[in-house]
């Protein structure tokens, strides 16, 4: 069994910021791309940030120069950084970890219940 928890979210101020800590556990083999997503209300779930195992990353362009991604490979957790935080950011974020849990299954999704992130103007 995995589980995927996020944690950090909160209410904050325009201009301020905040970090989201997600952590994966469970029986964990190896992790692919750990991503955080967006869901703002009445849109559609978008991508905001991914990393890649090997450090690499993507944002969307909304947030580059802002938000930074990172990840403990040894800890199975991923963070965001979020600065200049501005009232179109406010949303529910969920991280999602692609997880194999033997070396015999492949990549599955694993999402995590998400946290809200209001940003006042």
């Known amino acids: 069994q995995v589980q995927v928890s996020e944690s950090g979210g909160g209410l904050v101020q325009a201009g301020g910021s905040l970090r989201l800590s997600c952590a994966a556990s469970?029986?964990?083999?190896?992790?692919?791309?750990m991503e955080w997503y967006r869901q703002a209300p009445g849109k559609q779930r978008e991508l905001v940030a991914s990393?890649?195992?090997?450090?690499?990353?993507n944002y969307v362009d909304s947030v580059k120069g802002r938000f930074t991604i990172s990840r403990d490979n040894a800890k199975n957790t991923v963070n965001l950084h979020m600065n200049t935080l501005k009232p179109e950011d406010t949303a529910v974020y969920y991280c999602?970890?692609?997880?194999?849990?033997?070396?015999?299954?492949?990549?599955?999704?694993?999402w995590g219940q998400g946290t809200q992130v209001t940003v006042s103007s």
């Open positions: 990393i890649n195992s090997d450090g690499s990353t």
């Open positions: 999602k970890a692609t997880i194999r849990t033997n070396s015999f299954i492949s990549f599955n999704d694993y």
């Open positions: 469970g029986s964990i083999f190896s992790i692919g791309v």
